[in-house]
């Protein structure tokens, strides 16, 4: 029996494509059913929301539209709700379903002008960003949405910061430190 090492190769390859078609439409069904949205910034300054739950990936519709301007950095609040960290310095507040966007902050220097860390507090109550001069800033988005101060700065360290965790402390099987409700 003659083996020819190019069609074994060749099966291989058609096999090895087959099985990874599988896994990937097996992975895009698994995401479907965990992940209800995903949030994608453009290069034209636009950020894009797929709903994965009820749309194709063809689909979209367009949260924000910036000509002179693109997103750097995003995290959800909600289902609908999207802090957006544009590379101008400003952080923008995105609803979707009340198609509606406002300036959480913008302070006119140059602190958030580079591609900072987000970081959303466990019951999305606060938000964290890291700066490259070691700066830490704090918003409360509930008192954003009630019209009051919603940033404390914190001088963390002088070199860059460039990742922000929100610790869970756990005593006695609970949490230890809670929000309030």
């Known amino acids: 029996m003659k083996i020819?090492?190019?069609?074994?190769?060749?099966?291989?390859?058609?096999?090895?494509?087959?099985?990874?078609?599988?896994?990937?439409?097996?992975f895009v069904q698994l995401i479907q059913l965990i992940v209800i949205s995903v949030v994608s910034g453009w290069s034209d300054g636009g950020l894009?929301?797929?709903?994965?739950h009820t749309n194709s990936l063809d689909?979209?519709?367009?949260?924000?539209?910036?000509?002179?301007?693109?997103?750097?950095?995003?995290?959800?609040?909600?289902?609908?709700?999207?802090?957006?960290?544009?590379?101008?310095?400003?952080l923008m507040s995105l609803n979707s379903d009340e198609r509606e966007k406002n300036e959480l902050f913008y302070?006119?220097?140059?602190?958030?002008?580079?591609?900072?860390?987000m970081m959303i507090s466990q019951y999305y109550k606060q938000l964290a960003i890291g700066t490259l001069s070691g700066l830490v800033l704090l918003f409360d988005l509930e008192k954003y949405i009630a019209g009051g101060e919603n940033i404390r700065q914190l001088q963390a360290d002088t070199n860059k910061i460039f990742?922000?965790?929100?610790?869970?402390?756990?005593?006695?099987?609970?949490?230890?430190?809670?929000e309030e409700s």
């Open 59 to 90: 689909s979209r519709h367009s949260l924000l539209e910036i000509s002179d301007d693109f997103p750097q950095n995003i995290c959800f609040i909600s289902s609908s709700s999207v802090i957006c960290h544009m590379d101008n310095g400003k």
């Open 4 to 26: 020819h090492p190019f069609v074994c190769g060749h099966t291989m390859i058609k096999c090895y494509i087959v099985m990874s078609i599988i896994v990937v439409k097996m």
């Open 48 to 52: 894009r929301l797929y709903h994965l």
């Open 107 to 117: 302070d006119g220097t140059n602190n958030l002008k580079n591609y900072e860390p």
């Open 163 to 178: 990742q922000v965790l929100w610790p869970k402390i756990i005593v006695n099987g609970e949490d230890y430190i809670k």
